[in-house]
């Protein structure tokens, strides 16, 4: 890898108010987390899952290395890294560092006067870490040890992932580790031939390991949470992908196969969002609001809720929705939703 490339990357990151710790991880402070502190409804994850914002981290342990460079997320993907990391810090050290540095980005609250004192106190301990922030967690070999520190802490542990890495999701809990509190695959083309295109990954075969992937969240039922996220965007005519869409007629079928396969806990139907670098890839056309989300989560309910061979339905359902955030939760029924212990 380039050092002095690195370096650029680092300066860059640092502009845009990332908090670099160690090597390869980083955090940063989501506005929702702001908007708890100041007294205002925090995200759709404490809306669904009970988990206050103000408590929440948002971090990463490979900032800047994906497989992927997707033309949706609003990260500075144009800036990827590659997939292996220069070095591997001890995950004790990377939380502590994290834990630091959040803490030194929340100060600058402390003298606003909408902020409550107690529940600011409080929220310099988070009680979530969730991994997706920017890069591919799993390309960090001690994940798994990460996750056992954070449950060690108390905290509840999200990763969000490509799943380009079935093997480690498979082993997470192998050599002195554990599975997160809720696993993520996103799942954002229906098919091959959009997956490529959309995704546009530097992993070979990278479909067919996708499809890994699903498989092997079948597998983990009963070992952690599990969702499958979709992020939905229309045709536009602004930007170099405006044409492309993920969520025609045709898709809904493919997507409640894609999900059949995997049987998660939940579904998260989210709307693209012109926001950061995906503006540059994608106009505000191809923007989906909330209505249109639901009702597109309505057909893939709709589809993951007809009969199997057996005759017995799948049982799925719409659970939650957060119109600000422009995302829709259909659920497994019979799952609970609020998460009561790590």
Same mark, same amino acid.
């Given at each position: 890898m380039d050092k002095c490339n690195l370096e650029k990357v680092r300066e860059k990151l640092t502009k845009m108010n990332y908090g670099l710790v160690g090597e390869t991880s980083a955090?940063? =402070?989501?506005?929702?987390t702001k908007n708890s502190l100041r007294g205002d409804s925090g995200c759709w994850k404490e809306k669904f899952y009970g988990i206050s914002s103000a408590g929440c981290c948002q971090m990463t342990p490979s900032v800047m290395w994906c497989e992927n460079k997707c033309i949706h997320c609003w990260r500075p993907i144009e800036m990827n890294l590659g997939t292996d990391l220069p070095m591997v810090d001890d995950p004790v050290?990377?939380?502590d560092g994290i834990i630091e540095k959040r803490k030194d980005m929340l100060m600058g609250m402390k003298g606003n006067k909408k902020v409550d004192l107690e529940k600011f106190e409080e929220a310099l301990t988070p009680k979530l870490f969730t991994m997706s922030l920017?890069?591919?967690?799993?390309?960090?070999?001690? =994940?798994?040890?990460m996750f056992k520190e954070i449950r060690r802490r108390g905290a509840v542990s999200f990763l969000v992932t490509n799943g380009l890495n079935p093997e480690v999701l498979r082993n997470l809990d192998k050599n002195g580790g554990e599975f997160p509190t809720q696993l993520v695959i996103s799942t954002n083309a229906p098919n091959e031939e959009l997956f490529l295109k959309w995704h546009r990954s530097s992993r070979?075969?990278?479909?067919k390991t996708f499809l890994e992937s699903l498989d092997v969240m079948r597998e983990l039922r009963d070992r952690t949470r599990r969702v499958v996220r979709l992020t939905v965007a229309k045709s536009g005519e602004e930007g170099e992908f405006a044409a492309m869409t993920n969520m025609n007629d045709e898709n809904v079928g493919e997507y409640c196969n894609l999900i059949k396969r995997a049987e998660p806990d939940f579904v998260h139907v989210k709307g693209y969002k012109a926001v950061g670098y995906a503006k540059d890839r994608m106009g505000y056309d191809n923007q989906v609001w909330h209505d249109e989300v639901r009702s597109y989560a309505e057909r893939i309910c709709e589809g993951l809720s007809s009969k199997d061979d057996s005759g017995d339905p799948d049982g799925y359902s719409i659970k939650a929705e957060d119109e600000r955030s422009c995302v829709v939760m259909i659920a497994r029924d019979g799952v609970e939703m609020k998460i009561k212990k790590v």
């Open positions: 955090v940063q =402070i989501c506005r929702w050290e990377i939380l920017s890069g591919e967690p799993t390309l960090y070999p001690r =994940i798994g040890e070979k075969n990278a479909w």
